[in-house]
């Protein structure tokens, strides 16, 4: 699928980003290349019948460039970090 011009820089936007968090909060520890992202997010909003609905997103980096097996592996790896936070009790 061809990306339109807006979705071209909204997503380098959204490369420079993460390129900037990086900086910001890991500045000692910035090395290599920017290879993959995955960003998940959420919605939240009301239907017509007023009933709440939730909307979950998953952006790859530049609309499915990203393989599979990175993207499983990409979350994979976030939930065992989280899951071992709550393990521990931190």
């Keep these: 699928m061809s990306r339109t011009p807006e979705q071209i820089a909204a997503d380098e936007a959204l490369t420079e980003a993460i390129e900037a968090v ?5 500045a000692d520890d910035v090395r290599g290349v920017l290879a993959d992202y ?4 959420q919605r939240h909003f009301w239907d017509d019948d007023g009933d ?9 980096r530049d609309d499915n460039s990203v393989p599979l097996t ?3 592996g990409l979350c994979d790896y ?10 521990e009790g931190d």
């Design 52 to 60: 709440p609905v939730t909307q979950t997103w998953m952006c790859p």
């Design 22 to 26: 990086h900086r910001a909060y890991f």
């Design 38 to 41: 995955v960003v998940l997010s």
């Design 70 to 72: 990175h993207l499983i």
């Design 78 to 87: 976030a939930l065992t970090r989280y899951r071992k936070t709550i393990a």
